[in-house]
């Protein structure tokens, strides 16, 4: 119990280290939160009842509330540290609990590191890429002419993860593939995959951010 104690303390602290390199003025947030929470729930119920009562309820609520700021702050700051980086749109689909995504990362990649990654999941083929607009709109087509080929009846979605305008941001690709409509079944899905692992991958040596993102602070030290 005790050790379990111990590596508990040292990934929030891990953690919260990680997460302040990123949000310089997370103290005062995940305090100002507590102290907020405090107030806002116990000055009523003292005022209604009693103090002890109030202070019994409001001292859990706000810490929870502090809790869960801090976790999205570390959430976050984990998703930045892998932002801009090659292969980190594969990382988080490869991540994803439940969507039953087959991913195979770099399916097309150029001499600036921009990637298109391809994604078979339920529904139909998502080629996802990482770099400018500008770069990635060709070699997406090039792509979905490539698969169209040998996949003709599967519908093909793109999704560029990015900064530019029309882009969707790194922390929203989950988002926007579970947006996306349901085409295909679980046998479907694994014939799909097994036809275009014909077409090969075109840098299986790419450096792919591992482990998976994290939705939880605990989960933020493993991507350290």
């Known amino acids: 119990m005790a050790g379990r104690i111990r590596t508990t303390l040292s990934s929030l602290a891990q953690n919260w280290r990680m997460t302040q390199q990123v949000y310089k003025l997370l103290p005062l947030e995940v305090g100002g939160i507590f102290v907020v929470t405090l107030v806002?729930?116990?000055?009523?119920?003292?005022?209604?009842?009693?103090?002890?009562?109030?202070?019994i309820l409001a001292i859990p609520l706000a810490l929870l509330a502090a809790t869960f700021w801090f976790s999205?702050?570390?959430?976050r700051a984990a998703y930045a540290q892998i932002d801009g980086q090659p292969g980190a749109a594969a990382a988080v689909i490869q991540s994803q609990r439940g969507g039953n995504w087959l991913v195979t990362p770099a399916v097309a990649v150029n001499k600036s590191q921009d990637i298109v990654n391809r994604v078979v999941g339920k529904p139909g083929v998502i080629l996802v890429s990482e770099g400018p607009s500008n770069r990635v709109v060709p070699m997406m087509a090039n792509e979905r002419k490539r698969t169209a080929r040998w996949l003709p009846e599967i519908p093909i979605y793109e999704i560029q993860v990015g900064n530019d305008e029309g882009q969707v941001p790194l922390m929203k690709?989950?988002?926007?593939?579970?947006?996306?409509p349901r085409n295909l079944r679980g046998g479907e899905i694994t014939e799909v995959r097994r036809k275009l692992d014909a077409l090969g991958n075109a840098a299986t040596s790419m450096p792919i951010p591992k482990g998976p993102m994290p939705t939880s602070a605990r989960q933020v030290r493993r991507q350290r």
């Not at 690709?173 to 996306?180: D, E, F, G, P, T």
């Open 40 to 55: 806002v729930v116990a000055v009523p119920i003292g005022l209604w009842l009693n103090w002890l009562t109030s202070l």
């Open 72 to 75: 999205r702050r570390a959430m």
């Open 173 to 180: 690709l989950q988002k926007a593939l579970n947006k996306l």
